[in-house]
């Protein structure tokens, strides 16, 4: 399988839960943990750890938390650091618990610092929100708290997640965060993708 089947099959999903439960296409972790070389044939990779940083995107996209976090581990930059926060952040329940994965992703999310991919999740997040519907009033209290910002807040997802966990936000809203996750993921996995490969 080659890397763009891998991202095209994973853009087919309707609804990529917040947290990784289990894999959602079992064939497709089999195909990605099988040769990593062979994801990348026929392309030129000027930067392995962007490589391998494309793969653990895949492979959380996949909701397969181990094999996204063991790739993360070893990719010290700013990249693998905001990969491990997502990776926290979707662990959910598994391991320390729901409290001690969210404090730990947002301690990766500071580790990420101001990473080039912010300002395109940005913009992505304010279209999502702004598009969510009139009246939608957390979404429009959402929307006006990333725009006093000025940025995207990877840690105030991670707040909402453990809120929605809680039960305090609402099943939409619930819904409307998967989206902003999903799309995370899969702008941060075209951007290491691009970092990767020579043009």
């Not at 990776?87 to 990473?115: I, P, S, T, V």
């Not at 304010?126 to 009246?135: H, I, T």
């Not at 936000?169 to 799309?183: D, F, H, K, N």
Request: aromatic share 8%; proline share 3%; glycine share 8%.
């Amino acid at each position: 399988m080659k890397i763009q089947d891998a991202i095209n099959r994973l853009r087919e999903r309707t609804q990529v839960p917040l947290f990784a439960v289990q894999v959602w296409d079992p064939e497709l972790d089999a195909a990605l943990r099988a040769d990593s070389e062979a994801l990348f044939a026929g392309l030129t990779v000027r930067d392995a750890r962007m490589a391998a940083a494309a793969v653990a995107g895949l492979h959380l996209w996949n909701d397969n938390f181990e094999a996204a976090h063991n790739l993360c581990q070893g990719i010290q930059n700013s990249t693998g650091a905001y990969w491990h926060g997502i990776c926290h952040r979707r662990e959910g329940h598994q391991g320390q618990g729901l409290a001690a994965n969210l404090a730990n992703a947002r301690y990766w999310f500071r580790q990420a610092g101001d990473h080039p991919i912010l300002d395109p999740v940005y913009r992505t997040a304010l279209n999502v929100l702004d598009g969510s519907g009139v009246g939608f009033r957390w979404a429009t209290e959402a929307a006006d708290q990333l725009r006093s910002r000025r940025t995207w807040d990877p840690a105030a997802l991670t707040d909402w997640c453990g809120q929605v966990d809680a039960g305090t936000l609402s099943g939409q809203t619930a819904s409307l965060l998967e989206e902003l996750q999903w799309r995370e993921i899969g702008l941060l996995t075209d951007w290491c993708l691009a970092q990767a490969l020579v043009e």
